[in-house]
């Protein structure tokens, strides 16, 4: 699952690459109904395609080969110009390169197929997905929560212990389609994408193309669409999307006579008649139904199991899929399995039930799987603290969303304590050791703090559950909406530059090199890093730290902005002429030092 900040991240470079104005009006057009006949030059220009390439670069997958071994580090070689005019040819007559199978091994001991486009691939998938999203965004059902921007297994959690306690509907339906991703049909997908307003036929040849790319061992399928394509989330939402609102117009899109001011009210209305209350909570095509009572739930559940093979061709997994009572049992959902319990009674005398959850106890087994794994990995030489660490985070802030989750994370502890005290030689903490200030922050009240060397660990068990809130609803794709939810690149000055910046790239210079000059510039709010200076377009120079004729390259951290007197200092090697722009420079002792530092990494 894709974190927030790697959603938020995206958001941003949209920002950068000026795409806003584009995806904005998509969305408004698509909320409009209108249709789309001329998507493929959005795609083609010279901006969205470098945006892809941010974008991908930025995905763990980018550095996994496809099946011609490339990566995303032998695309960031090529210049601008060239990755630009190599995705079009690619584009100019279609035919998509073989897809990687890899299995991945699942907590059950079962594996899950996943297809990997070649790196290439990948960018033209991202190039159609950034133009598609807002068409589709301005459609999709708003309480499906997966693989959208700004959207999670949080929010997804959220409307589920909502609907339990607050709504009280204690009947849900669990349903679990049988290899969704594997049975996709492509002639019904088709048909959506076109009824989505979609008109572009160049571009829906294309996509059908995709559809059926060759796949490793397997041959050309036939249906399905392979987990691991950059486009293919997106895909599934838009072919469940029919489902989602299918089921939202059983009740909360349920036409009526009167026109209510929001939803709550409505409810309040539908409630009074003899209608049966159903609402639908889904993440990919992990969903849930959630209805009053048994009977209610007894036939949405064969009405849905018909309406999935009569409309999308798919069917349910019977062993899996069933109807779950919350006062008695639990209903899984992302890692989590909740219920509801008694807690007091309500102003008018009945029952009050709320929701209780945990991790999945392969949920469980998995974490500490994972745990015991790094601390081998560790004791091997091949991994560090750092690192076991930033996976307990990891699993802190995606479960600490069960409501007992101090209580799995100590049952976790409690079995590791000897393997942790053993293995790494953990030791309890000196009052003279020092606590990073982004652990002391969250894990300073711990007295389970413990060191391993001179490293801090983070204490397994020291977790708390967070409060989650309903999701906003606003869209990255209104812009009023979108700067209420991120921090917007305000300086005019600023932006005009990265606008020069996108537009005028250095010539011969890598597609890495370029991307990255534009983000540094933003990092640094466009001033130099030695002088502070808020630099204009003709003063800005991106440096080297490590020179790449000893090896430096054009990643981020090697390169810096900087003023281009500056930079001009930093190479000078004339003593009279250091003298004379140090004295104009007018640098005082800091500035100086940081200079020195970055002239003594190029001797």
Excluded at 218 to 225: A, Q, R, S, V, Y
Excluded at 486 to 492: D, L, P, S
Excluded at 523 to 536: F, N, R, W
Aim: overall charge positive; aromatic content about 8%.
């Amino acid at each position: 699952m894709r974190s927030r900040k790697q959603k938020r991240v995206k958001l941003r470079n949209n920002e950068y690459y000026n795409q806003e104005d584009i995806t904005d009006e998509l969305y408004e057009s698509s909320l409009r109904n209108e249709n789309f006949y001329e998507l493929m030059e959005l795609i083609l220009d010279k901006n969205n395609i470098n945006l892809a390439y941010r974008n991908i670069k930025g995905n763990i997958g980018s550095k996994t080969a496809g099946i011609d071994g490339l990566t995303i580090e032998d695309i960031s070689e090529l210049d601008n110009e060239s990755l630009y005019n190599k995705i079009v040819k690619r584009f100019e007559n279609f035919i998509p390169n073989k897809v990687r199978r890899v299995e991945i091994p699942k907590p059950n001991g079962k594996t899950r197929p996943l297809g990997i486009p070649t790196i290439e691939d990948r960018i033209i998938q991202q190039s159609i997905k950034q133009i598609l999203e807002p068409i589709a965004e301005a459609k999709f059902y708003r309480h499906s929560y997966g693989f959208r921007p700004l959207r999670g297994a949080d929010e997804a959690m959220a409307r589920a212990y909502f609907l339990a306690q607050k709504n009280n509907l204690h009947y849900v339906v669990d349903i679990d389609i049988k290899g969704f991703f594997d049975n996709i049909n492509h002639g019904k997908l088709l048909k959506q994408l076109w009824n989505m307003g979609i008109r572009d036929k160049t571009l829906i040849s294309i996509i059908s193309k995709m559809l059926k790319a060759e796949i490793e061992g397997i041959g050309i399928p036939t249906k399905g669409t392979p987990q691991g394509g950059i486009l293919s989330p997106l895909l599934a939402n838009i072919n469940l999307n029919e489902l989602d609102h299918w089921i939202a117009s059983q009740w909360q899109n349920i036409p009526t006579n009167h026109q209510y001011s929001n939803s709550d009210k409505k409810n309040v209305a539908l409630k009074k008649t003899n209608l049966k209350e159903i609402h639908i909570v889904r993440y990919a095509d992990d969903f849930k139904l959630f209805c009053r009572d048994y009977q209610s739930a007894e036939k949405i559940f064969e009405a849905t199991k018909q309406w999935l093979k009569e409309r999308l061709d798919l069917e349910i997994s019977p062993e899996k899929s069933k109807i779950v009572k919350l006062r008695k049992n639990y209903s899984e959902f992302l890692g989590i399995k909740f219920k509801v319990i008694k807690k007091g009674k309500k102003k008018n005398n009945d029952i009050k039930y709320v929701v209780t959850s945990k991790m999945l106890d392969k949920a469980v087994e998995k974490t500490k799987k994972d745990i015991k794994s790094e601390i081998e990995e560790i004791k091997r030489g091949r991994s560090n603290i750092n690192k076991l660490n930033s996976i307990i985070r990891g699993k802190h802030n995606y479960y600490s969303m069960a409501t007992n989750i101090s209580l799995d994370f100590g049952k976790i502890a409690f079995q590791l304590y000897r393997t942790i005290e053993k293995k790494l030689g953990a030791k309890p903490l000196n009052i003279t050791d020092k606590v990073p200030k982004y652990m002391n922050e969250k894990y300073g009240n711990s007295k389970q703090l413990k060191i391993v060397s001179d490293t801090i660990l983070i204490p397994i068990s020291f977790i708390r559950m967070r409060i989650l809130m309903n999701h906003h609803q606003k869209s990255i794709f209104v812009k009023a909406e979108r700067e209420a939810l991120h921090k917007h690149i305000e300086n005019y000055k600023i932006k005009k530059n990265i606008n020069y910046m996108i537009d005028n790239p250095i010539i011969n210079r890598s597609i890495e090199y370029n991307d990255n000059r534009i983000s540094l510039y933003v990092a640094q709010k466009g001033k130099c890093q030695i002088s502070g200076k808020v630099l204009e377009i003709d003063e800005i120079h991106c440096h080297h730290k490590k020179p790449k004729a000893k090896g430096g390259g054009d990643e981020y951290k090697n390169l810096v902005i900087l003023h281009k007197d500056v930079h001009r200092l930093i190479h000078l090697t004339d003593d009279k002429k250091i003298y004379e722009l140090t004295n104009d420079l007018k640098l005082d002792d800091s500035q100086a030092r940081k200079l020195l530092k970055l002239k003594s990494l190029i001797l």
